[in-house]
């Protein structure tokens, strides 16, 4: 499985390692309460098609990638650097 | 006062060294490796321009590889030199690797034809990646590396220096058993 990193190309999956679901990402506000935690925290989608998840480069730049992937073929639609995702950077 | 003698990280009294067909193998203990990190848009260091994503350049003694964002490695062959150009950068963070890593240097005397013979065996990656003026960081062997290519005939392999050993076994071992068309 080849994933494509925004600044070095194709690079072996062998290379990243997997966080998960990237909507960890959106960590809630530290006053949003108990419940939000919980969700934060436990609760996950785990959809059958495509997911947008949470890749590091470990052997590589050490960069995280958020990486749009189908589950049910393992097909990569796109990756882009986690940290132009958070702050609303173009790619 | 205890007579101490100093040893290269593969144990051996000088520089380690092997030559398999037309590739030679030594291990650099004489290089310094200096961690970049620089939180601006600063371009150069010294009259050194730093690399780009996947990229390597040299400027008289100062070389420099791209490691990550705003990420850079830093080697020279005069320490003291080196330092005071990072230290002369405003905003720059420099951390002193030399001892962390084991530095092997692998040089052809047929041109280049060999070094990507070696490499298609041992790290997957287009050849292109480590073309010469390339560097990137990848798993051979699964060591976590970095790898230059300085020049068309050199090529550069660092790693934990406490996997010396492992490394230089790799390397040699996959050297030795290189074709021989492809070795000369």
């Known amino acids: 499985m080849l994933i494509p990193h925004p600044l070095l190309g194709p690079r072996d999956a ?3 390692t997997y966080l998960g679901d990237a909507a960890l990402m959106q960590r809630p506000d530290p006053q949003a309460g108990e419940a939000a935690f919980a969700d934060y925290v436990f609760q996950r989608d785990n959809p059958a ?5 949470l890749w590091y480069h470990e052997y590589g730049d050490r960069s995280w990638l958020v990486v749009t992937r189908d589950t049910t073929t ?4 796109g990756a882009k650097l986690a940290r132009n995702v958070k702050m609303g950077l173009p790619e | 006062m205890t007579d101490l003698t100093p040893m290269g990280a ?3 009294a000088g520089p380690a060294a092997a030559r398999h067909g037309a590739l030679t193998l030594t291990e650099d203990c004489a290089i310094t490796l200096l961690s970049l990190a620089l939180r601006d848009e600063t371009s150069a260091l010294a009259d050194l321009p730093l690399p780009g994503p996947g990229a390597y350049a040299r400027s008289g003694d100062l070389a420099a590889f791209w490691t990550g964002p705003g990420q850079w490695m830093v080697e020279s062959r005069d320490a003291a030199a080196a330092r005071a150009a990072i230290a002369a950068l405003p905003g720059a963070r420099m951390t002193e690797q030399s001892d962390g890593w084991v530095v092997i240097r692998i040089c052809s005397e047929a041109g280049a034809p060999p070094l990507r013979a070696l490499t298609e065996k041992l790290v997957n990656l287009p050849a292109e990646t480590l073309a010469p003026g390339r560097a990137t960081r990848c798993q051979l062997h699964h060591l976590n590396c970095l790898v230059t290519r300085p020049a068309e005939t050199e090529l550069c392999v660092m790693t934990l220096r406490s996997a010396a050993l492992s490394l230089w076994h790799a390397l040699e071992a996959t050297a ?9």
């Open chain 1, 49 to 53: 098609g495509v997911h947008r998840e």
């Open chain 2, 10 to 12: 593969l144990g051996t």
């Open chain 1, 14 to 16: 062998q290379e990243f």
């Open chain 2, 176 to 184: 030795r058993r290189l074709p021989a068309a492809a070795a000369t």
């Open chain 1, 74 to 77: 393992h097909e990569i639609l």
